[in-house]
T-cell receptor, first 114, second 113 residues
């Protein structure tokens, strides 16, 4: 069964500094990988996904993520964090071999300090 | 195009009461999902459906039932609510293919006293 680990509960970063949110995954086959963001009292919004091809994926709001097959990681990055990036971030994985389910990590709270 | 909508937004129940949460999508998606979100536990899949008239169990199905009588609607029922079912419930949908993005509704906050 597929699974996702987001090792840090909270990530604190100063405004303007680079932001990284870590994610590692486990699947039996090749993965489809997703990042979602959740603002307070809101649903999950799609940020970006890796399906195939270029390992560096660019998404919404200036975020990008790098797929690393050897390290089974899909870390989310942003070169310069904004206070408005403060939110809960979820990594998710689906097995490419016909599995219907998306497995989510427990989420990382990102706090961008002005 | 409203995307995925959920009703109600918030509800308070007493232990033992029943209720139905409604999810609707206008994107003609085949797959629909119900999740619950609890602090520190991420999202856990309750039930899902791969098409009209079909449903399947997820990770935490006990205490819940679902129905998908129409393609655009996915109902989640609590027959006898328990305090352990206090949570935020999210519905999601996607097209058939595995590479497709899953889209989420705004959530329903449920408090069981």
């Amino acid at each position: 069964a597929q699974s996702v680990a987001q090792p840090e509960d909270q990530v604190n970063v100063a405004e303007g500094n680079p932001l990284t949110v870590k994610c590692t995954y486990s699947v039996s086959g090749n993965p489809y990988l997703f990042w979602y963001v959740q603002y307070p009292n809101r649903g999950l919004q799609f940020l970006l996904k890796y399906i195939t091809g270029d390992n560096l994926v660019k998404g919404s709001y200036g975020f990008e993520a790098e797929f690393n097959k050897s390290q089974t990681s899909f870390h989310l990055k942003k070169p310069s964090a904004l206070v408005s990036d403060s939110a809960l971030y979820f990594c998710a994985v689906r097995d490419m071999n016909g599995n219907n389910r998306l497995a989510f990590g427990k989420g990382n709270q990102v706090v961008v300090i002005p | 195009n409203a995307g995925v909508t959920q009703t109600p937004k918030f509800r308070v129940l007493k232990t033992g009461q029943s209720m139905t949460l409604l999810c609707a999508q206008d994107m003609n998606h085949e797959y629909m999902y119900w999740y619950r979100q609890d602090p520190g536990m991420g999202l856990r899949l309750i039930h899902y459906s791969v098409g009209e008239g079909t449903t399947a169990k997820g990770e935490v199905p006990d205490g819940y039932n679902v129905s998908r009588l129409k393609k655009q609607n996915f109902l989640l029922g609590l027959e006898s609510a328990a305090p352990s079912q206090t949570s935020v419930y999210f519905c999601a949908s996607r097209k058939t293919a595995g590479r497709e993005t899953q889209y989420f509704g705004p959530g329903t906050r449920l408090l069981v006293l």
